[in-house]
């Protein structure tokens, strides 16, 4: 067992796994689904999803790695069985497509973190343009200042980077990537926050951001909510199974588990709390009452354009910054996400990982070229007709989004009638030796068994009508 590899100790195995759970998901799309979910009773929504809905499923998931030490499909084989090990395929397939797409994003943060640290991205008078271009153009090897504006050549950069990191192995490699990469996070974050409540205009921000607007409380609101957890905490799909398979025995499960889902909702709420500020900034600054802050525009148009505001100083120290920490936080994620499936080669096929890490990672580079491709280059990806003139992108990020829920509530029922509730119990008093008598044992046991099955089951349901039909054509 011991040639897998493990965690150092419990400060190693929180950092990875925080660092897992904090990516895009966290500073990119949580700002954005706030603003245009009613502020704080989205804030609400998610909270009570990540208390009710993620923190079991977090430690379950956990639990299940470290008792049966092995990888996702591993796992679940160990435990169930070799039909409950398709339970397990599926996560890591689910894990592939997700990294297939989310490389893509990270391609472009990178992109745009040289081309604003290093480049003159700042001095671009139209970002939209830029933007529109940037995605477009992907094979464009044209440079601007010596820098290339090739999304693709940033993809290919970002994905080798995950993949180096990861081929060093547990201990060396993603962790000690992790405990430089997470403290980092969080000073440039609390860094930007301070600066962007000191400008003009920010408490307009922060009071958009925070104060709930119940007339956009919908039933999308819920659905919204509770996808973004399950994606944010990395949920659903293995990868806390893999990394839970990494964790020694003497480390309290339940704690950590605690210590990493509030590490994670601490993160999205403070990216709120530093883009709201800024954009309402700008708003000002631009003398108009809104700008769009939906989707991709937010960190690629907007912000952009708020720190050429800055100055050609200021905006590139502050942009700079900005763009370093999405690719912290993307390259934390990126790491576990490539881990799921190397785990699962080299410990069914007894692969080596360093082979595996390049196979596995150029082959989802490889899936990710249409997605890349759907922002323009290829019109018929750009605009999906079965799916509401969406385009591919969207798509395999909505796919993979039901798949965890759908992950999610299969673990529960997993748990529940193969493994055994006493068994979770078991492998979670290990390392907690109050856990038997203890609160937290009784609401993982509800909530495992009766809880989380049926709402994730009934909610993954009315988002799959609802993505393909609207759920609104229903009622
Ligand atoms: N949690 C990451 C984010 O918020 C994405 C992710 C999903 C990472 C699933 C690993 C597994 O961006």
Redo the contacts with the bound molecule.
């Keep these: 067992m011991s040639s897998r590899g493990n965690f150092s100790g419990r400060i190693g195995f929180i950092l990875a796994a925080a660092g897992?759970?904090?990516?895009?998901?966290?500073i990119w799309k949580f700002p954005y689904l706030a603003g245009q979910n009613g502020g704080a009773v989205f804030l609400f929504i998610y909270l009570i999803c990540i208390f009710l809905l993620c923190y079991p499923v977090m430690a379950g998931e956990i639990a299940i790695g470290r008792k049966a030490g092995s990888d996702a499909y591993g796992s679940y084989h160990k435990l169930g069985g070799k039909n409950w090990g398709y339970l397990g395929l599926f996560g890591i397939l689910a894990?592939i497509f997700?990294l297939s797409f989310?490389n893509v994003v990270a391609g472009w943060a990178f992109g745009y973190f040289l081309h604003i640290a290093f480049g003159d991205l700042l001095l671009e008078p139209d970002f939209g343009s830029f933007f529109s271009f940037f995605v477009n153009d992907v094979l464009d090897v044209s440079s601007t200042k010596g820098l290339t504006n090739s999304n693709f050549l940033f993809s290919l950069m970002f994905m080798a980077i995950t993949a180096v990191i990861v081929s060093q192995g547990i201990q060396k490699g993603i962790e000690a990537a992790n405990k430089i990469m997470m403290p980092a996070l969080y000073a440039i974050l609390i860094g930007i926050i301070i600066y962007s409540l000191t400008l003009p205009n920010a408490i307009s921000g922060v009071k958009f951001y925070l104060i709930p607007d119940f007339a956009e409380l919908k039933i999308q609101t819920v659905f919204e909510g509770l996808k973004q957890a399950f994606?944010?905490?990395?949920l659903g799909?293995g990868?806390l199974i893999t990394y839970g398979s990494y964790l020694k025995k003497s480390e309290n499960i339940t704690s950590s588990a605690a210590v990493i889902s509030l590490a994670d909702t601490t993160v999205a709420f403070l990216s709120g709390l530093m883009v709201f500020p800024l954009v309402h900034f700008l708003q000002y600054k631009l003398q108009v009452t809104e700008v769009a802050t939906a989707g991709p525009p937010l960190i690629f148009i907007v912000l952009p354009q708020i720190f050429h505001e800055m100055g050609p100083v200021l905006g590139r120290i502050v942009g700079g910054s900005f763009f370093l920490l999405v690719c912290f936080?993307a390259l934390t994620?990126t790491i576990?996400?490539l881990e799921v499936p190397v785990a699962y080669l080299v410990d069914q096929k007894k692969m080596k990982r360093k082979n595996v890490v390049w196979g596995i990672a150029l082959l989802i580079f490889i899936l990710g070229l249409p997605i890349m491709a759907s922002q323009g280059m290829i019109p018929a990806l750009n605009k999906l007709p079965f799916y509401k003139g969406q385009d591919f992108l969207v798509f395999v990020a909505d796919m993979c989004d039901i798949s965890?829920t759908i992950g999610g509530c299969l673990m529960c029922l997993f748990i529940t009638y193969r493994w055994k509730i006493h068994n979770m119990d078991e492998e979670l008093s290990i390392g907690n030796e109050n856990y038997m008598n203890s609160f937290v044992r009784k609401y993982l046991n509800f909530t495992i068994q009766y809880v989380c099955p049926v709402l994730l089951g009934v909610l993954s349901v009315m988002v799959i009508i609802d993505k393909f039909f609207g759920i609104e054509n229903l009622f």
């Design positions: 897992s759970a904090v990516g895009l998901g966290n894990g997700i989310y994606f944010s905490l990395s799909m990868a936080a994620s576990s996400l965890l």
